[in-house]
């Protein structure tokens, strides 16, 4: 079995190669740039060059491949783009196809997360469908300064919930379904149990940090103002714009239990995330 991650030094794909790293098991790191990524990866992780856009780069990366994580790169919103390489998938011999996608796709057929799976469906490979809530990671990277320091988080979210799901909890599925059977053509909605307002998530951080951590409710035009002001790229500031809208508007708060019933225990809280990380917030 020979498993090739893409996204590998991102936020999901390093934590998938992390724990396959810690299992013992194999693992190959699709990267596009081999000596940059190189430092970001688990010492026994081999690393090859692939582009999802560059064919020559295929061929190498894919040999002997049997087992595929797939995340659709942010850049890549025309599916239509990567069919490409689901052909040299499915011509390098590979036997089931990992994707990452979001909560959302199972019931909108036009993201273009739903629009990855339907192709992937189509190669004739077996499948898993990963489709995850709101990470919580995201508070150590989107909303990590205005948390540390203005004690603060400014989202255009109202009263709306929002499921979470911590990204080990995650990586650690995608892990079963590299790894072993009774995964084959499976979608998974994977939340925790909670769906917090943005106010009870800043009051979990208040009472972890210690300190009043603030929720400030923009509107959505001046959310996208303030984050262009920062420097946010105008893609992105748009897209979370829009994600923070779906929560205000009450489509966002939806949890199963998909997520406890594969790891076999609870997954982790807002506050087991909070306390991990406090650190990152003082």
Same mark, same amino acid.
């Given at each position: 079995?020979? @498993?090739?991650?893409?996204?590998?030094?991102?936020?999901?794909?390093?934590?998938?190669?992390? =724990?396959?790293?810690?299992?013992? !098991?194999?693992?190959?790191?699709?990267?596009?740039?081999?000596?940059?990524? #190189?430092?970001?990866?688990?010492?026994?992780?081999?690393?090859?060059?692939?582009?999802?856009?560059?064919?020559?780069?295929?061929? +190498?990366?894919?040999?002997?491949?049997?087992?595929?994580?797939?995340?659709?790169?942010?850049?890549? +919103?025309?599916?239509?783009? @990567? =069919?490409?390489?689901?052909?040299? !998938? !499915?011509?390098?011999? +590979? +036997?089931?196809?990992?994707?990452?996608?979001?909560?959302?796709?199972?019931? %909108?057929?036009?993201?273009?997360?739903?629009?990855?799976?339907?192709?992937?469906?189509?190669?004739?490979?077996?499948?898993?469908?990963?489709?995850?809530?709101?990470?919580?990671? %995201?508070?150590?990277?989107?909303?990590?300064?205005?948390?540390?320091?203005?004690?603060?988080?400014?989202?255009?979210?109202?009263?709306?919930?929002?499921?979470?799901?911590?990204?080990?909890?995650?990586?650690?599925?995608?892990?079963?379904?590299? &790894?072993?059977?009774?995964? /084959? %053509?499976?979608?998974? /909605?994977?939340?925790?149990?909670?769906?917090?307002?943005?106010?009870? @998530?800043?009051? *979990?951080?208040?009472?972890?940090?210690?300190?009043?951590?603030?929720?400030? #409710?923009?509107?959505?035009?001046?959310?996208? #103002?303030?984050?262009?002001?920062?420097?946010?790229?105008?893609?992105?500031?748009?897209?979370?714009?829009?994600?923070? &809208?779906?929560?205000?508007?009450?489509?966002?708060?939806? *949890? *199963?239990?998909?997520? =406890?019933?594969?790891?076999?225990?609870?997954?982790?809280?807002?506050?087991?995330?909070?306390?991990?990380?406090?650190?990152?917030?003082?």
């Amino acid at each position: 079995m020979t @498993l090739l991650v893409t996204g590998a030094t991102g936020t999901v794909g390093s934590e998938v190669l992390r =724990q396959l790293d810690a299992a013992g !098991v194999p693992a190959r790191a699709a990267v596009r740039d081999v000596e940059r990524a #190189r430092p970001e990866l688990p010492a026994g992780v081999s690393a090859v060059r692939l582009d999802l856009e560059d064919p020559p780069s295929w061929p +190498a990366a894919l040999e002997g491949v049997t087992r595929l994580f797939l995340l659709r790169p942010p850049a890549i +919103a025309r599916t239509a783009r @990567l =069919q490409g390489f689901l052909d040299a !998938v !499915v011509a390098a011999g +590979a +036997a089931h196809v990992v994707v990452l996608s979001v909560q959302a796709a199972g019931r %909108n057929p036009v993201l273009p997360h739903r629009q990855l799976e339907r192709r992937v469906e189509a190669t004739g490979l077996t499948w898993t469908h990963l489709r995850p809530g709101y990470f919580l990671s %995201n508070l150590l990277t989107v909303h990590r300064d205005e948390i540390r320091e203005r004690s603060e988080i400014s989202v255009p979210a109202g009263g709306g919930r929002t499921a979470v799901i911590d990204v080990p909890d995650l990586a650690a599925v995608a892990v079963q379904a590299l &790894t072993g059977p009774g995964h /084959e %053509n499976r979608a998974y /909605e994977l939340t925790g149990p909670e769906a917090p307002t943005w106010a009870e @998530l800043t009051a *979990t951080l208040s009472a972890v940090l210690g300190r009043p951590v603030v929720y400030r #409710r923009p509107g959505a035009g001046r959310f996208l #103002r303030e984050q262009r002001r920062r420097g946010t790229p105008a893609g992105l500031a748009v897209l979370m714009t829009g994600l923070y &809208t779906v929560t205000r508007l009450g489509l966002a708060g939806r *949890t *199963t239990d998909d997520l =406890q019933r594969l790891l076999g225990r609870p997954p982790a809280s807002v506050a087991d995330f909070a306390r991990r990380h406090a650190a990152a917030w003082q």
